[in-house]
Nanobody, 122 residues
Framework: QVQLVESGGGLVQAGGSLRLSCAAS????????MGWFRQAPGKEREFVAG????????YYADSVKGRFTISRDNAKNTVYLQMNSLKPEDTAVYYC???????????????WGQGTQVTVSS
């Protein structure tokens, strides 16, 4: 089991940047696929970015490619999401996720963080 705690959300103007952090506890962090999802009001939770279990592959939703960057520090058991050129449509609750399988589908996620709100004003 992996326990996940997100931080770093907040209010930012369009075009600004934020960095989210996800601190993980549990001995399976380094062998888990890790990533980020988001959920806007009235919408389904959607994949944003993620690492494969080996950490050698990264995946991004088309809507964030070129603007968001995911990284991880295995020594600190932490995953980051650097978000640049933010848009109002990026407004959502962002969730850290861990999986023993794939990371791009919400149905394969075994552990979720509590979520952190990101609000982008126009």
């Amino acid at each position: 089991q992996v326990q996940l705690v997100e931080s770093g959300g907040g209010l930012v103007q369009a075009g600004g940047s934020l960095r989210l952090s996800c601190a993980a506890s549990g001995r399976t962090f380094s062998s888990s696929a890790m990533g980020w999802f988001r959920q806007a009001p009235g919408k389904e939770r959607e994949f944003v970015a993620g690492f494969s279990r080996s950490g050698s592959s990264t995946y991004y939703a088309d809507s964030v490619k070129g603007r968001f960057t995911i990284s991880r520090d295995n020594a600190k058991n932490t995953v980051y999401l650097q978000m640049n050129s933010l848009k109002p449509e990026d407004t959502a609750v962002y969730y850290c996720a861990a999986s023993s399988l794939g990371i791009t589908l919400a149905t394969t996620i075994s552990n979720w963080g509590q979520g952190t709100q990101v609000t982008v004003s126009s």
